[in-house]
């Protein structure tokens, strides 16, 4: 079954510093990827998605990521982190099937 | 227009009691998810329906949940018997049908069995 890992947890930053944020998957087939945010009190909601064509998505806010087809990777960036950009951020992969698999989240806390 | 909503927002309840949750999805919105995340832990998907069927029930943890939704809209989650690792927030998420579309999630219930 495939599965996603984020492997920072939690990652705290001052206001301005670069942000990169983790993603693997584990799976052989065709993904379709997503980063999903939560800002505190707020719905989840959905920050940018990968499907086909360029690597290089752009999201949301200044947000992108890049897919690494060979690595299996989706890493999340933004150069310059604002204090409004704490949330917590989900990557979620789907197969072809409709289910989200989501990664366990992290924590990015933006001190001003 | 509005979004995907979900009632009640929260729930407390006693071990052993039924409860149910109810999610309306999007306006046109084919497909239906529901999802949870249990503390320390990651969302994880529980059923998809398209239309009223659910093709995928894979997530349910037990034959204590069951979910249906009627009329190609209002969908409920029921959880029979309810045990203190039922607690968790309820996440439905709606988009149009196919693999392509995005999820459009609501706030969820936070459920507590006590």
């Known amino acids: 079954a495939q599965s996603v890992s984020q492997h920072n947890h939690h990652v705290i930053l001052s206001e301005a510093a670069s942000l990169e944020l983790g993603c693997n998957y584990s799976y052989g087939g065709t993904v379709n990827l997503f980063w999903y945010v939560q800002y505190p009190g707020q719905h989840l909601q959905l920050l940018l998605k990968?499907?086909?064509?360029?690597?290089l998505v752009k999201g949301i806010k200044g947000f992108e990521a890049e897919f690494i087809k060979s690595k299996f990777s989706f890493n999340l960036r933004k150069p310059s982190v604002q204090w409004s950009d704490t949330a917590e951020y989900l990557c979620?992969?789907?197969?072809?099937?409709?289910?989200?698999?989501f990664g366990t989240g992290t924590r990015l806390l933006v001190s001003p | 227009g509005a979004g995907v909503s979900q009632s009640p927002s929260n729930k407390v309840t006693e071990k052993g009691k039924d409860v149910e949750l109810r999610c309306d999805p999007i306006s046109g919105h084919t497909a239906l998810y529901w999802y949870r995340q249990s503390l320390g832990q990651g969302l994880e998907f529980l059923i998809y329906?398209?239309?009223?069927?659910?093709?995928?029930k894979s997530g349910l943890p037990s034959d204590r949940f069951s979910a249906e939704r009627t009329g190609g809209s209002v969908s409920t989650l029921t959880i029979q018997r309810t045990q203190q690792e039922d607690s968790a927030v309820y996440l439905c998420?709606?988009?149009?049908?196919?693999?392509?579309?995005?999820?459009?999630f609501g706030p969820g219930t936070r459920l507590t069995v006590t």
């Open positions: 979620a992969v789907t197969t072809g099937f409709q289910k989200l698999v």
């Open positions: 990968y499907f086909s064509g360029d690597p």
């Open positions: 998420a709606s988009s149009l049908s196919g693999q392509f579309y995005e999820q459009y």
């Open positions: 329906f398209q239309g009223n069927s659910a093709p995928d």
